[in-house]
């Protein structure tokens, strides 16, 4: 690649990198303004004086919400990581009749729209007596996340050698003692990589929080986001801190599990 060619390459990625950050530039400096100075016109200039009140307002009104999306995110993210490890375990390792039927079957599910579901699962709820509820919302991304947690640990386990585990058959172990003793202590780059996945987009979720749950006090924090902005005057201030507490819970889930989350992906929980 010549001298121009590669100057003209960074002026492109420094062009695309600006483009790209200007979204967060406006965020946070918004998010620190006090509701006199937020205004169109005021938009791209610093806070004159850096005022915390709108994460104060925004922190008071979200953080029943914010435990609400506690509640729901940590158990279905478990939950599905588990049965997903179990599944990709018998899928890869249990050699039985019909395992690609159904591991076809499984990974169906990832393809299916969440409106094209959205009735029926109410209906389901219904009939169970957990419409309304967080746990409702547990169930469903328990249920909608195990095509894709399958999938990952299904081709993590295919790279370790079928010999481990016949190895602890002839000495006596089951199917699932032989699970429990092989395959799960080797499993941590695959559960991260299905914590980070499933964590991100069961937090991120809107259409199944807003529709299953009606009462604003069980509803998760990125449906009261929405309803931060009230009716006649909006606090911008608030609305973007609320914004920036809302995206905190994830942006550390990466920055802590990030590395390995890499490794993970390396390790083949990704392959086909």
Not at 7 to 21: A, D, E, G, H
Not at 157 to 172: F, K, M, N, S, W
């Amino acid at each position: 690649m010549s001298r121009a060619s590669k100057i003209i390459t960074y002026i492109l990625l420094l062009i695309f990198t600006v483009f790209f950050l200007m979204p967060i530039y406006v965020l946070i400096s918004t998010s620190l303004k006090s509701l006199q100075e937020v205004g169109l016109e005021k938009m791209w200039f610093l806070p004159l004086k850096p005022s915390f009140d709108g994460f104060v307002k925004a922190f008071q009104k979200l953080s029943p919400n914010l435990k609400n999306s506690f509640i729901l995110v940590i158990p279905a993210t478990i939950i599905s990581a588990m049965v997903g490890s179990i599944n990709g375990y018998v899928l890869s390792k249990i050699k039985f009749r019909g395992a690609s039927f159904l591991f076809t079957l499984i990974l169906f599910g990832m393809f299916i729209p969440y409106q094209s579901v959205l009735f029926p699962v109410i209906r389901f709820l219904q009939s169970i007596n957990l419409y309304g509820s967080i746990w409702g919302l547990v169930v469903l991304h328990v249920i909608y996340g195990l095509p894709i947690t399958t999938l990952i640990f299904r081709n993590y386990y295919a790279e370790v050698p079928t010999e481990l585990i016949e190895a602890a058959h002839i000495d006596g172990a089951g199917i699932f003692k032989a699970y429990w003793k092989v395959l799960f202590p080797i499993s941590l780059p695959g559960f991260v990589v299905v914590i980070i996945w499933q964590f991100t987009n069961i937090w991120n979720e809107f259409l199944f929080a807003v529709t299953v749950t009606s009462d604003p006090t069980k509803q998760p924090v990125t449906v009261a986001l929405v309803n931060l902005a009230g009716s006649k005057v909006v606090e911008w201030n608030v609305q973007m801190a609320g914004a920036l507490l809302t995206a905190l819970p994830t942006l550390l889930v990466y920055i802590i599990l990030g590395k390995y989350f890499l490794k993970g992906l390396l390790a083949g929980s990704v392959k086909g």
